[in-house]
């Protein structure tokens, strides 16, 4: 188990960390050549001046900073959040425009079955018309065509009859004589009793 060092410690390993500083610089401040204390001096005051104000740091800005990083965590926290949640909001509603895009190209490709089939009866119903009318129409014409032959019969049969008749008035009277003539009419009149 771990302990965390008391409060107390934090100054005196301050105070080994500045007293080693300055030993140590000694050396350096030997081989610079003899001005005495006053270069020693100032070397140390360096020291002295950055512990002091080391501790005046830790002494009136640690409750601030820590607040300061505290609230900054929380802030931060809480931005955080609001961006995953606003992130999983925005995955919900990718979630739902894609099921919805789904629901409408399947919506599509329905309409696009319905406008085939009504396409396809549509030409079928024309195709049904068309034939109904070319056999309304071939009707039509053998109706024509039969009364226009009727019609040709007809005048044929007249034409036929009355070159018949022409003929028959231009030789019976050369070739029927009185005595032909009266039984005929003799005939003529039996038929009617």
Aim: no cysteine; net charge positive.
């Amino acid at each position: 188990m771990r302990t965390t060092p008391k409060t107390g410690t934090l100054p005196r390993y301050l105070f080994f960390v500045i007293f080693f500083l300055v030993f140590t610089t000694l050396d350096a401040l030997g081989a610079e050549g003899g001005n005495g204390w006053r270069a020693r001096y100032d070397s140390i005051m360096l020291y002295v001046n950055f512990a002091i104000l080391v501790f005046l740091f830790f002494k009136f800005l640690k409750k601030p900073l820590v607040d300061f990083l505290t609230l900054r965590g929380e802030t931060l926290a809480r931005d955080i959040k609001n961006l995953e949640d606003q992130k999983q909001k925005a995955e919900m509603k990718s979630r739902e425009t894609m099921a919805l895009l789904k629901q409408g190209e399947s919506h599509i490709e329905n309409i696009k079955v319905r406008i085939i089939e009504q396409g396809e009866a549509e030409k079928e119903k024309m195709i049904n018309d068309a034939l109904a009318q070319s056999r309304f129409m071939l009707e039509n014409a053998k109706h024509r065509l039969g009364s226009r032959i009727l019609q040709a019969e007809h005048a044929f049969r007249t034409e036929l009859v009355e070159a018949a008749i022409a003929l028959a008035m231009e030789r019976l009277p050369k070739e029927i004589t009185d005595k032909d003539n009266q039984v005929l009419v003799g005939n003529f009149l039996a038929g009617l009793k």
